[in-house]
């Protein structure tokens, strides 16, 4: 049974320029949550997708916006890169949205902006 | 809005020696709550969740925690440490209709003396 898988592992980006993160759930879930872990810090929400439509939001600015496809993957696009935005980036999958079901992370995408 | 507090930073424990962190939330109502922990470079892994009923819950890898509403407090517990329980630990919130959101404290980083 496959976990949640991202990709890519690492990148490298200069400032101004757009990412596109890429995200699979796992096996028979259907809700992905995006969320950006600073270092030193925790994660914090950025955005969920639950039926290819952005469900709850977190405090981060539109340059960040996200998709879900019909297969449930996701992708996290980040728009006029700030050396800010470098981060940890995590996907976290699960069953529904009607409550904190257990979420079950990917190993993340490691974006540094120079 | 809620939030959680990780009051220790670093913790040092000699293998073979107990261990307790320590986590408080702030919210009105009982959250729910979850401990993850962050091995160097990896995502987060699931130790153990609290959503109702008994107290205190049992996890993988030997741990356990103890929910306190009168204390706000869901701290983790260890009886023994391993070597191989060095890493970074999370405590995270979810809120009853409040989708599957978390909110991280900002973590402790746990180091294990041989």
């Known amino acids: 049974d496959a976990g949640v898988t991202q990709s890519p592992t690492h990148l490298i980006k200069t400032r101004g320029q757009q990412v596109t993160l890429r995200c699979s759930p796992k096996?028979?879930?259907?809700?992905v949550s995006w969320y950006q872990q600073a270092l030193g810090q925790g994660p914090q929400f950025i955005f969920q997708?639950?039926?290819?439509?952005?469900?709850q939001r977190g405090n981060f600015p539109d340059r960040f916006s996200g998709h879900q496809f019909p297969n449930y993957s996701s992708e996290l696009n980040v728009n006029a890169l700030l050396l800010g935005d470098s981060a940890l980036y995590l996907c976290?999958?699960?069953?529904?949205?009607?409550?904190?079901?257990?979420?079950?992370f990917g190993p993340g995408t490691r974006l540094t902006v120079l | 809005a809620q939030s959680v507090t990780q009051p220790d930073i670093h913790i040092t424990v000699s293998e073979g020696a107990s261990l307790e962190l320590r986590c408080n939330y702030s919210?009105?109502?009982?959250?729910?709550l979850f401990w993850y922990v962050q091995s160097p470079g990896q995502g987060l892994q699931l130790l153990l969740k609290?959503?109702?009923?008994?107290?205190l819950v049992q996890g993988i890898k030997g741990f356990e925690a103890e929910f306190k509403r009168s204390q706000s407090s869901f701290n983790l517990r260890k009886p023994s440490v391993h070597w191989s329980d060095a890493a970074e630990y999370f405590c995270?919130?979810?809120?009853?209709?409040?989708?599957?959101?978390?909110?991280f404290g900002t973590g402790t980083q746990l180091k294990v003396e041989l």
């Open positions: 976290a999958s699960s069953l529904g949205t009607g409550g904190p079901d257990t979420q079950y």
């Open positions: 096996s028979g879930h259907d809700t």
């Open positions: 997708y639950y039926e290819e439509e952005e469900r």
């Open positions: 919210y009105g109502a009982t959250p729910y």
């Open positions: 609290y959503f109702s009923g008994d107290t």
């Open positions: 995270a919130v979810g809120l009853t209709g409040g989708g599957n959101k978390l909110t």
